[in-house]
C-alpha cells in the first residue's frame, strides 16, 4: 500500500509542477500578484510529495519488498541496512528518483530563502526550476518508473552491485546530485533575468550563494568518488580520466568559472553576458553528465544504463533547455551592456584569465571525452581516449591557472600595478621556489613536471595566506593580527578554499612523480623489501565468511628495515555469490605522509600469491585539500551577505511584470 501510495504521490507531484511552471510564469508577465504568489505553496508542495515518494521507496528497499521490481534487481535479505538504503540510489530509477527529489528541494529553498528577491524574479526563478522538474518528472514517468511491481514476486534479490556496496559509494551519488542538480538553480536565475531583461549586481549576488552551494557539494562528491575508486577499485589509482568522472568534472570546472565571474557582476557590473552563458552551460554540463552515466553511448565502471531509449529522451531534454536558454540569451544580449570599466591590468582582468583557463580546460575534457563517439558516428573506427591525452593536454592549463590565481586575487578593482601586486607576493614566490628546488635537488632523476607541480602548489596556498594578510591593513603585527580574525568570512573561506586547491594539487603531484611499486609472487614468510619497508606475506586465509561474501584474505606484516613493526594489513579478495562478482579490497596503512598500498592477486601454480605493494606519498592529501576546499566554500556561504541579498530596492524600482530594457 506504500509503495502505491508513493507512485500516486511521484504523479501528484508532476502535476503540481506543471501548474508551477505555467501560472506564476504568466502571472508574472501580467503583473498579478496573487498569480506570482502561488509559486512559493506550489514549490514546498511538489518538494513533500516527492520526499513522500522517496521515503516510500526507501521503506520498500529497507523492508525487502520483492515484489517491487527494482527491489528484487538491486537489494537482497543478507546486505548490510546502510546498503539497502544506498540501494535505493544504487541505480538508475532510484537516483533518477532522487535527482528529482532534491530537484524539488532546490526549488522549495528558493522559496524558503528567496524573500529579499523582487517578486516577478522570484515567480520567473520558480517557474523555470519547476520546468526542469516536469522534465524529469515526465523522463522517470514513462521511461523509468521505480514502482513497477512484479506479478510473483522471487523470494530473494539480486542484491547490489558489489562495487556499490561501500560506505564512499553510498554517500557518493546524493552529494553529487546535490551539486549537479544544484546547477539548475543557477540556470534558473539566468533564465529569469533574461526574460525580465535585467542583469546587475544585485542578480550577481542572488546568484552566487546557489552556485556555491552546487560547487561545494560537487567537490565533496568528487572528493567521495575519488576516495572510493583509489581503495576499492585495488588499481591504486585515484583519477582514471573515465567518462563519468570526466562528467562530473566539467560543470564542477564551469561552476568555479561562473563564482569569479560573478563576482564581476556584483561588484563592477561586467561580464554579464558571459557570466548569464556560464550559468546556462553550467547546467549544461551537468545534464551533458546525466546522459553519459543512462545513455550507455560511453563505457565507464560508473554507469547506470545502457538504454538508448532512455539517452534520447535525455537529449530532448538537453536540447529542448539548452536551446530555448541559448536562444533566449542570443535575442536579450543587447540589454546585457557592461557599466563597469577596467584596464588590462586589474582584478577584474585576472578574473577573465581565471574564467577562460577554466573554460578552455573544460572544453579539452569535453573534446576527449566525447572524441570516441564522434569517431565511431562519422568515421566507424573505434578510438579509446586515456589518460596520456588528458594529462597532457589539461595539465597545462591548471599550471596556468596555478600561476595566475594568486597574482589576480592580489589585484586591485578596476585599475592595478603588476609591480605592487608582485611584491607582496615575493615572499610566497621565494618559498615555491625553495621548495621546488629542494625537491629537485632531493629527486633528482625524476620527472621536472613533478617539482614544478610542488613549487606551485606551495606558490598557491602561501599566495592565498598573503591575500589574506594584505586585507589587513597596514600597522602593527599585534593590530594586523587582531583585525585578521575580524574579516569577513567570505574573505576567509576564499583563501581557505584556494589553499586546498593548492594542498589538493601538491598530493596528486607528489603521488603521481614519487611513488614506489613493487609486483612479485611472495611466498608466505619469506619478507621482502620495497623502499624504506620490509614485507611479509605470513599466511593467506580462504573461504572467509562475510555478510553476503566469501572472502580470500590475506595477513601481511609491514615493518621498517631496521625491524620496528609498522602495522598488519589484510588484503582481500572477495566473491559475492548472489551477484556473481569479484572484488578487490585493497590493505592500506594511511599515515600523513605516505600510504602503504597492498593488494593481494591469484594463487600462483608453483605456490605463493601475486602481491601488489606501493608506497603513496601524500595521497590522502588528495582528499584532505578537497575537504579543506569545501570548508572554504562553507565559510563563505556562512558570510551574511550571501544569506541577505544586497540591491533589492534597485530591481524593485522597476514595475512588477514589465521587462526592464
Known sequence: MIVELGHFALILAAMVAVFQMIVPLVGAHRGNAAWMAVADPAATTQFLLTAFSFAALTYA???????????????????????????????????????????TLFGACASWFGANLPPSLKARVLAVQSAVSVAFFAFILFTSNPFLRLEIPPFDGQDLNPLLQDPGLAFHPPFLYLGYVGLSMAFSFAVAALIEGRVDAAWGRWVRPWTLAAWVFLTIGIGLGSWWAYYELGWGGFWFWDPVENASLMPWLIAAALLHSAIVVEKREALKSWTILLAILAFGFSLIGTFIVRSGVLTSVHAFANDPERGV???MILGFFMGGALLLFAIRAGSMEAKGVFSTVSRESGLV???????VSTFVVFIGTIWPLIAE????RTLSVGPPFFNAAFTPFVLALSVALPIGAMMPWKRARMGRALVALVPALVLALAIGLLTWAVFTGNSALSPIGVGLSVWLVAGA??????????GAFAGRFSRLWRLPRADWGKTVAHAGFGITMFGVVALTGYQTEDIRIAQPGQPFAVGHYEVELLSVEENVQGPNYISTMGHVALRRLDGREVALLHPERRFYPVAGMPTTEAGIDSGLTRDLYLTLGEPQAGGGWALRTWIKPFANWIWGGTIIMALGGFLSLSD???RFAAGAAKLDAAPQGVPAE
Open 640 to 642: 551574511r551577505r550571501y
Open 465 to 474: 595566506m598573503v591575500d589574506l594578510w594584505s586585507r589587513t591593513g597596514r
Open 61 to 103: 528497499f529497507v523492508t525487502s519488498d520483492f515484489s517491487l521490481n527494482l527491489v528484487v534487481a538491486n537489494s537482497h535479505t543478507a546486505k548490510p541496512l546502510i546498503y539497502k538504503i544506498s540501494g535505493v540510489w544504487g541505480n538508475h530509477e532510484g537516483s533518477l528518483l532522487l535527482w528529482v527529489l532534491i530537484l
Open 377 to 380: 558516428m562519422f568515421w566507424g
Open 313 to 315: 529522451f535525455i537529449l
Open 353 to 359: 584569465v581565471n574564467n577562460l583557463l577554466l573554460a
